[in-house]
Every structure is written in C-alpha cells, then in structure tokens.
C-alpha cells in the first residue's frame, strides 16, 4: 500500500530563513511525487511535480529513491509563502493520488 | 476554462439524514476523485471515477458512495450521517490518462456539517 508521511503539523520559520518541509513516501512502483499548496482562504493546488524538476516560487523538491524523500526547500523564506502544504504521491497505474497530512507553515516578519 | 465547480458550498444536516454533493469537473477531464479534509486527518481518499466506472475507493464505509455521469460530472452521497462525517469535501479532476500529468485541479469544497 501507498503511504506518505508529513512528520511536521506546524513548522514555523521567520521572514528570510531557509525552510525545508518534510515528506516521505513508501511505494512499491516507481512514484509520481507532488507538493500542493493551500493558501488561506484559496482552493488546493499544484505547487511543484518530482517530474519537472522546476522551481516554483523560489520552491525546490528532489527525489531521492533511496531515502524515500520528497522534501521541499527554499533558501530564503518569504510572508506569503505562510500555507499549507501537502505532498502527494500518485499511483501511476491506478491513478490514485494519496496526500500526506499536510505541513502547516507560518513565515513571521 | 473554468475551473473545479462544486454545489453546494455549504450545507447542515442532522444525523440520520443523507446528502448529496455535486461536482463538475474542467471541461475535457474524464478523471474525477473526491476527498474529505479534516482537521486532524487531513486529506483522505474516498474514491475516483473514470469515464463514468470508479476505479479507485478508499477506506471509507458503505454508507459513501458516488457515481460519474456520461459528461464526467460526479455526485458522491452519504446516507445516514454521523457527526464525525463533518468535513469538507474536495472534488478534483485531471486529465485522461495517457495525457495524463497527474496534476489534480481542485475544487473549493462542499463544507458539510452533521448536528
């Protein structure tokens, strides 16, 4: 069975600091990993794919097999990057995402 | 385009009772999953329809159930509700498989409260 872990509910950074949010996975197939995002009082959506390797809003995430890692990075932390953010990893056979439980994050001033 | 539309918004129910919910997905998109967020569990999987046949179900009981329309819209009913079925319940919609990117399109949710 698929599996995704957000170890941290609540993390908490100030306004230029680096942020790392966690996310492990466990899949017997080869993954498909995202990061959504919910800003307050906005719909859920996509932030970043494992796939594209792009950086959005400043925001990184690399796979690593071998950890089972999907974490997400940004060197310099910013106010309006306070959300919730999900990881999600989607069966590519069956088409089923199944999302973490989600990372509260707050940047203060 | 437009996006994810779900009906209603918001709506309160008493236990015993059954609801309704509706979801229309992106023009074009034959995959629709529904969610239910919670507080404390976060986003958990009820189940998705493809081309009007659920593929996927998630661990929730018999009383969930739904169905996909020949137009890809998608209801998903709960008969004889309990108070911890309070949630909100996202629809999302993607792409048919084989363009599939696997990115989901989210809806704004059907905030459903049981007394």
């Known amino acids: 069975a698929q599996r995704v872990t957000q170890p941290e509910k609540l993390l908490s950074v100030f306004k230029g600091a680096p942020v790392e949010l966690k996310c492990n996975y466990s899949y017997s197939g080869s993954p498909e990993l995202f990061w959504y995002v919910q800003y307050s009082r906005q719909r859920l959506q996509l932030l970043l794919r494992?796939?594209s390797r792009e950086s959005i809003k400043g925001f990184t995430a690399d796979l690593n097999k071998g950890e089972t890692s999907f974490h997400l990075k940004k060197p310099f932390a910013q106010e309006e990057d306070s959300a919730m953010y999900y990881c999600a990893l989607r069966d590519t056979n069956a088409g089923k995402s199944t999302f973490g439980d989600g990372t509260t994050l707050t940047v203060k001033p | 385009k437009a996006g994810v539309t779900q009906t209603p918004r918001y709506l309160i129910k008493t236990r015993g009772q059954q609801v309704t919910l509706s979801c229309s997905p992106i023009s074009g998109h034959r995959s629709v999953s529904w969610y239910q967020q919670t507080p404390g569990q976060g986003l958990q999987f009820l189940f998705e329809?493809?081309?009007?046949?659920?593929?996927n179900k998630g661990n929730f009981p018999g009383r969930f159930s739904g169905r996909q329309f020949s137009n890809s819209r998608s209801e998903m009913n709960v008969s004889t509700l309990e108070l911890g079925d309070s949630a909100l319940y996202l629809c999302?919609?993607?792409?048919?498989?084989?363009?599939?990117?696997?990115?989901?399109?989210f809806g704004e949710g059907s905030r459903l409260t049981v007394l």
């Open positions: 999302a919609s993607s792409f048919p498989r084989g363009a599939n990117t696997g990115e989901l399109f």
């Open positions: 494992h796939i």
């Open positions: 329809y493809f081309s009007e046949t659920q593929r």
